[in-house]
């Protein structure tokens, strides 16, 4: 029979539920996240994780040793999922146009829809730590990096060229989903993402095929 592992309360605090330590891990990063996109790195507190989580502080430190670490994990789950959208994006149909325009919708729904967790992607307030700015790239590297073979193979590009022109289109749906969420100007998702991703094909559209 295989045993739960489950969180040790403060005996000094009210009993809550306990919870098996993947559902608390889970529950700890949600309110981590809110309290980081709340306050920022620098002005978040472990105490204030813990009484957003409803945890003592010794529960909140069973699962992450420190502030940064803690950090770093919801870093990860925000960067994950990030590539995880790009890369059905890319898979979702052969016809290139679309893949731009899936490609850049990937992106406006993430900052749309994500809880604020782009923020710490693309907003940190920790991007001096090199350990953060390692997760923060990655998002850049590893989405060029799909784009970059899709270039490639359609255009017989050299390497260098081919990912060039995708980190160019990366950063293009960056900046573009993270302005368009502070000043939409009264455009809807829709019409936002079939703006960007025009402009995005009829530029790369002047890549000529290969056979």
Same mark, same amino acid.
């Given at each position: 029979?295989?045993?739960?592992?489950?969180?040790?309360?403060?005996?000094?605090? #009210?009993?809550?539920?306990?919870?098996?330590?993947?559902?608390?891990?889970?529950?700890?990063?949600?309110?981590?996240?809110?309290?980081?996109? *709340?306050?920022?790195? =620098? $002005? *978040?507190?472990? @105490?204030?994780? &813990?009484?957003? $989580?409803?945890?003592?502080?010794?529960?909140?430190? !069973? =699962?992450?040793?420190?502030?940064?670490?803690?950090?770093? &994990?919801?870093?990860?789950?925000?960067?994950?999922?990030?590539?995880? /959208?790009?890369?059905?994006?890319?898979?979702?149909?052969?016809? /290139?146009? !679309?893949?731009?325009? &899936?490609?850049?919708?990937?992106?406006?729904?993430?900052?749309? =829809? @994500?809880?604020?967790?782009?923020?710490?992607?693309?907003?940190?307030?920790?991007?001096?730590?090199?350990?953060?700015?390692?997760?923060?790239?990655?998002? %850049? %590297?590893?989405?060029?990096?799909?784009?970059?073979?899709?270039?490639?193979? @359609?255009? /017989?590009?050299?390497?260098?060229?081919?990912?060039?022109?995708?980190?160019?289109?990366?950063?293009? &749906?960056?900046?573009?989903?993270?302005?368009?969420?502070?000043?939409?100007?009264?455009?809807?998702?829709? !019409? $936002?993402?079939?703006?960007?991703?025009?402009?995005?094909?009829?530029?790369?559209?002047?890549? #000529?095929?290969?056979?």
């Amino acid at each position: 029979m295989v045993s739960r592992s489950y969180d040790v309360e403060d005996p000094r605090r #009210p009993r809550g539920v306990r919870l098996p330590r993947r559902e608390r891990r889970a529950q700890l990063l949600s309110s981590a996240l809110e309290v980081f996109v *709340a306050q920022g790195y =620098h $002005a *978040a507190a472990m @105490d204030d994780i &813990a009484e957003r $989580a409803g945890v003592s502080k010794p529960v909140l430190y !069973q =699962h992450f040793p420190g502030k940064l670490e803690l950090y770093l &994990a919801l870093l990860d789950e925000a960067c994950d999922t990030i590539i995880a /959208n790009c890369r059905a994006a890319l898979e979702s149909t052969t016809d /290139n146009k !679309q893949r731009v325009a &899936a490609t850049m919708e990937a992106f406006f729904g993430y900052v749309a =829809h @994500d809880a604020g967790a782009f923020r710490l992607v693309f907003e940190s307030d920790l991007t001096s730590e090199p350990a953060v700015r390692d997760h923060v790239d990655r998002v %850049t %590297t590893e989405c060029a990096d799909m784009i970059t073979e899709v270039i490639r193979e @359609d255009t /017989n590009l050299p390497t260098s060229a081919s990912r060039l022109l995708a980190v160019s289109l990366v950063g293009m &749906a960056q900046v573009s989903a993270r302005f368009w969420l502070t000043d939409s100007g009264g455009l809807e998702r829709e !019409q $936002a993402v079939a703006l960007v991703s025009g402009l995005a094909w009829r530029g790369i559209r002047g890549y #000529p095929l290969t056979d």
